[in-house]
Nanobody
Framework: QVQLVESGGGLVQAGGSLRLSCAASGSTRSINTMGWYRQAPGKQRELVASITSNDRTTYADPVKGRFFISRDNAKNTVSLQMNSLKPEDTAVYYC?????????WGQGTQVTVSS
């Protein structure tokens, strides 16, 4: 099992920035993909961004150019720098870890963007 602990959510005004962090522990593997998903009220959970262990990144179209994902393989951490935040970015953000034998989720952290 892999445990994920997230931090960094909160309330911010439109146009502001937030940084989310997630630390993985437990039965981690060197080859994995870590990412961030979000779920707004009444909507399905959706991918925001992901990064593989060899730093290949994927971004959802609505966040391209505003959000940036990075990771530290030595520390098993992933971060999401969110800039130019919009009210439509308001959601619970979940950290995700996928390896050959594990698919784990964090508990979620609330991000609220006021207009």
């Amino acid at each position: 099992q892999v445990q994920l602990v997230e931090s960094g959510g909160g309330l911010v005004q439109a146009g502001g920035s937030l940084r989310l962090s997630c630390a993985a522990s437990g039965s981690t593997r060197s080859i994995n993909t870590m990412g961030w998903y979000r779920q707004a009220p009444g909507k399905q959970r959706e991918l925001v961004a992901s990064i593989t262990s060899n730093d290949r990144t994927t971004y959802a179209d609505p966040v391209k150019g505003r959000f940036f994902i990075s990771r530290d393989n030595a520390k098993n951490t992933v971060s999401l720098q969110m800039n130019s935040l919009k009210p439509e970015d308001t959601a619970v953000y979940y950290c995700n870890y996928v390896s050959s034998w594990s698919n784990s989720w964090g508990q979620g952290t609330q991000v609220t963007v006021s207009s």
